[in-house]
């Protein structure tokens, strides 16, 4: 069953329902993780160790132990350029940072930080790595960011980005991991640490001006002189995150006719109004978390936000609302594919096995390959480095795409110029990217796609990974016989940590939550959305007989 939304969602933040920030922050340092306790170790998910002080999972000792491993890694693999590192504006991102910075300068690396001690997006920091690494084969560099993403302000976040600019792949998390939980096993033997009075004015930490560079390249990948020509309105939310003190300098350097909606930074996040659950969550592709740019639609020819760390977009229009992300996705391929001519002809089209059809459909249309993969955005770092892929996108908002000369601009999500794009394309097309969205559904078809959540336990979670298409046992789908059951991606073979079944006019796919005792069922349909119901209720029958099949 889908979860039951909140009668607080899309509502202000109560006071009362505040995080405590001198508590938060406290845990930190008074908090000490038992790494016999399975939760309170350090985890590498598809983006780095999260967790919150509160319950014993983002500690001082994690990061402290991280960083060492970190640093540690870095020697091993002879990395020996820059350690470009940025935060976000969780409440526990300032703490992370000095506990990171304590250790870095023990190791004597040569650490970058912003000069005004701000803030600093995760498609920045990869900007800055890909930057410094161009054309070099030594000296290179590489970053860390401080932030959850876009999870409820009482969580912290810390993610490590190698010299390729995108999140780190599986063998450098997963001995990362290992390094720290023995680290934390053995009372922190091995972390090298001096006070971070002596950190802070070390020779190897350097202050650098982060947004100019990043602001000034950016007419590179987006054309902005097509946005500021046109007059086009936009508006504009950071909601309280990373991008706060970006958006002025790209709108002064280009002069764009924008409203920044709020400048504000409050690590309570009091000014959002609540997600589907009543937490707090600055999630711009959720409609409850987005209510108050909603509300605003009609003032803006489109508007658009981002999440705390920039890298996720938010895509509002007059004619849509919030847009789907799969529909801006959709758009967006579209777009691009049209207007950036130095692009190589044999651009593919990068997208996740849980990512909408109708991005094949448009692919079908351009003529462009698609390249299908398990969610995580590291499986598209080869191609967007190479030119290889002129566009990856997830279904939870978060894409990148070249430089309008067809070479790399970031191997990490980025959320700014996804934005940008979004006025670029009400720019040039005279109409925002949801009327556009609704001409590719004449064209193509209307997908009725969901996602759900369904209880799961341990054990039941972990028969995902045996899981073949005998198992499952599934020949026909709401009504249409099964073209393919995957438990691997098409596109490179890696295992999608569950299962993809297909059909002519329909799909689901089912994977298991990493945090969570549920797994996560999404589907579509391009018939309607009684068909959407038939798909998604033969999906869970099918899983619950596995389950009970053992």
């Excluded at 650490?111 to 290179?140: C, F, K, M, Q, W």
């Excluded at 967006?332 to 207007?339: R, S």
């Excluded at 996740?352 to 995580?376: F, Q, Y």
């Excluded at 990217?433 to 054990?459: H, K, N, V």
Aim: a neutral charge; glycine letters at 10%.
């Amino acid at each position: 069953m889908a979860a039951k939304v909140s009668p607080l969602a899309g509502k202000t933040v109560d006071p009362n329902s505040l995080v405590n920030v001198p508590r938060l922050v406290t845990a930190y340092f008074a908090g000490k993780p038992d790494p016999a306790v399975a939760t309170e170790r350090v985890a590498f998910g598809t983006s780095g160790h999260r967790g919150s002080s509160l319950n014993n999972a983002f500690n001082e000792n994690h990061i402290v132990a991280v960083s060492q491993a970190v640093c540690d890694h870095r020697r091993a693999a002879g990395i020996t350029g820059p350690l470009y590192i940025g935060i976000d504006t969780h409440a526990l991102a300032e703490p992370a940072l000095v506990s990171a910075l304590e250790v870095f300068a023990a190791n004597e690396i040569d650490v970058v930080i912003d000069e005004r001690g701000g803030y600093t997006p995760t498609p920045v920091i990869s900007h800055a790595i890909l930057t410094h690494n161009r054309g070099r084969t030594d000296g290179l560099a590489d970053g860390v960011v401080v932030t959850p993403s876009h999870n409820p302000p009482e969580d912290g976040g810390f993610k490590y980005n190698p010299p390729n600019g995108g999140p780190a792949d599986t063998d450098i998390t997963s001995a990362v991991e290992k390094a720290a939980n023995a680290m934390l096993e053995n009372g922190l033997k091995g972390v090298k640490r001096i006070s971070y009075d002596r950190a802070r004015k070390a020779d190897c930490v350097h202050r650098r001006d982060y947004i100019t560079p990043y602001v000034e390249d950016l007419a590179n990948v987006v054309d902005m002189e097509a946005i500021r020509s046109s007059g086009v309105k936009l508006g504009i939310d950071p909601l309280g995150g990373a991008a706060v003190h970006y958006w002025q300098p790209i709108i002064e350097r280009y002069k764009l006719d924008a409203k920044l909606i709020s400048a504000a930074v409050d690590p309570t996040f009091r000014f959002m109004t609540v997600d589907w659950d009543g937490k707090v969550r600055m999630d711009c592709s959720s409609p409850y978390a987005m209510a108050r740019l909603i509300g605003m639609r009609n003032d803006f020819d489109v508007a658009f936000a981002n999440d705390t760390d920039a890298d996720r977009h938010g895509i509002v229009t007059r004619s849509s609302g919030l847009m789907n992300p799969n529909h801006y996705l959709s758009v967006a391929i579209a777009y691009l594919f049209a207007h950036r001519p130095q692009w190589s002809r044999d651009a593919a089209i990068g997208k996740t096995a849980v990512s909408s059809a109708m991005i094949d459909r448009v692919a079908n249309k351009i003529g462009r390959k698609v390249v299908e993969t398990p969610v995580g955005f590291k499986w598209f770092v080869d191609g967007l480095i190479g030119g290889s892929f002129g566009f990856a996108g997830e279904e939870s908002a978060g894409a990148s795409f070249l430089r309008r000369d067809g070479s790399v601009w970031t191997t990490d999500k980025d959320g700014i110029i996804l934005g940008l794009l979004a006025a670029e394309i009400t720019a040039v097309s005279k109409a925002d990217p949801g009327e556009l969205y609704q001409r590719l559904t004449a064209e193509l078809g209307a997908p009725f796609y969901a996602r759900i959540d369904a209880a799961a336990s341990p054990a039941q979670k972990a028969l995902f990974k045996t899981l073949t298409a005998e198992k499952l046992g599934i020949k026909q789908l709401a009504g249409e016989p099964v073209t393919a059951t995957l438990t691997k991606a098409p596109g490179n073979g890696q295992s999608i940590g569950g299962v993809k079944v297909t059909t002519a006019n329909g799909w689901f796919a089912a994977r298991p939550s990493g945090t969570e005792d549920v797994y996560k069922i999404y589907a579509e349909s391009f018939v309607s959305a009684d068909h959407l119901g038939k798909i998604q209720h033969e999906a869970q029958a099918a899983l619950s007989a596995m389950f009970a099949a053992g």
